[in-house]
């Protein structure tokens, strides 16, 4: 097979620069990489402001629950049934022009609903059928993404990387919400949200196409179910990447007390909306500051045996959080919980891109975001689902105690993860 230069726009002079790998800052060092999390701060805030106008939009027309609901079916749907296709995508073509061409399908797709809007449409149909397109553009630009990652820094520098692009997310998730709120409260409607989504895709894309990605050689491969379905051949021959990614499924899908949070606002806490809305920010609070640690104090060995701990330490905080009474003691426990998930998270994602070839990452990445996608629309089914049998508190401390009780079975299942040394591929 004849190899394939992912070219674009390519140089290698921005690898050049060398900094201690414990400096805070050091993957912004790279001009590739101050300019993708540019992008990805753009695109994440874009979505989560049009998430806001969507659900209000949504309620206000129907103003039945169960619709809120099919807002999120309709984007994660696409991605079940696009990842092995969006993966292969990210491994035979020029990634950063797959995200460009993805963000260029954001701003279109908030176009529509603008249009919409202007048009007063009293159905919710038209704005579902735009929803699965987002959807699909979604499914596209999670695999390319993660994939193009690890070409913008040098493994040296790389799990500051991953560190820097959580903290990233975080703040785009934190602030996306907020501003689309005061956007829409402001304009009394989602026009000036969609209008601003626009406009911030619209500056993702621009950040886009100004990176210059470090070259990579992949082969050329035919199309096939081979081909295709190589990621989860390669995940399933790679015990250190199944035992991390599948560790985190059950977890979070187990331990995930997100769906559950109005519940114990109002009936176990006693508090009112702007008490949920301290619950639902304290887990991103708890995990960009971890994250900054991280970025501060990269992890150096035994990097197995504190993902195990990390993750155990979610499940313990996910069980302080269902018996406390005390809306102070619940933060702190979701603070510590958000935290050790991020420990999680920067092992996770470092591990999964540096043992995963380059040719393959696409493929593997789509896998892993459709673990991570189940593990996060599952778990919130499965805490809804537990709290209707047993009850919240119940629902949430047990699924704290299967946490817990997967950590063992993974601790001894997958040794491979729990030897696991160093951060690098010669770890």
Not at 36 to 57: D, H, K, T
Not at 83 to 97: M, P, Q, T
Not at 245 to 262: K, R, T
Request: aromatic residues 10%; hydrophobic residues 55%.
């Amino acid at each position: 097979m004849a190899p394939i230069l992912d070219h674009g726009t390519i140089e290698t002079k921005m690898l050049e620069t060398e900094k201690p790998a414990s400096a805070t800052g050091a993957a912004f060092s790279y001009p590739g990489f101050t300019l993708f999390e540019s992008a990805r701060f753009f695109i994440v805030a874009s979505l989560e402001m049009q998430s806001v106008a969507v659900g209000w939009q949504v309620y206000e027309i129907t103003r039945k629950a169960l619709d809120l609901g099919l807002v999120g079916l309709a984007q994660f749907l696409p991605g079940i049934v696009l990842f092995l296709l969006a993966g292969h995508a990210a491994d035979r073509f020029n990634r950063r022009k797959v995200l460009i061409v993805c963000y260029l399908g954001f701003a279109l797709c908030s176009a529509a609903l603008l249009v919409l809007t202007w048009g007063n449409m009293g159905s919710v149909r038209p704005i579902y059928a735009i929803l699965i397109l987002l959807g699909v553009v979604r499914s596209f630009n999670g695999p390319s993404a993660r994939a193009l990652l690890p070409q913008l820094v040098s493994e040296e520098h790389f799990p500051n990387a991953v560190a820097w692009n959580a903290i990233v997310f975080q703040a785009a998730t934190i602030l996306g919400p907020a501003l689309g709120g005061v956007l829409y409260a402001s304009s009394h409607g989602p026009t000036s949200v969609y209008a601003a989504s626009i406009v911030t895709s619209l500056a993702a894309m621009l950040s886009m196409l100004r990176i210059q990605a470090k070259p990579q050689v992949r082969p050329l491969e035919e199309i096939s179910l081979r081909t295709v379905f190589a990621g989860f051949r390669y995940i399933w021959e790679q015990k250190v990447i199944l035992g991390s990614i599948s560790l985190d499924l059950f977890a979070v899908l187990l331990g995930g007390a997100v769906a559950l949070l109005p519940v114990f606002a109002r009936e176990i806490l006693r508090t009112g909306p702007w008490g949920l809305g301290l619950l639902r920010t304290a887990p991103a609070i708890g995990a960009g500051a971890m994250a900054m640690l991280l970025a501060h104090r990269p992890l150096r060995r035994k990097i197995g045996v504190t993902m195990l701990w990390a993750v155990a330490g979610f499940g313990v905080f996910t069980i302080v959080f269902g018996i406390s009474h005390s809306l102070v003691l619940s933060l702190i426990a979701l603070t510590l919980a958000g935290a050790s998930d991020m420990i999680s998270v920067v092992i996770r994602g470092t591990l999964v891109q540096i043992a995963t070839p380059d040719g393959m990452r696409g493929r593997v990445n789509a896998v892993d975001m459709v673990f991570v996608g189940a593990s996060n629309e599952l778990g919130e089914f499965e805490s809804g689902l537990t709290a209707h049998w047993f009850g919240a508190v119940p629902a949430v401390i047990l699924g704290g105690v299967g946490t817990l009780i997967v950590i063992g079975i993974w601790a001894w299942r997958f040794p491979e993860l729990r030897r696991a040394d160093q951060l690098t591929s010669q770890g």
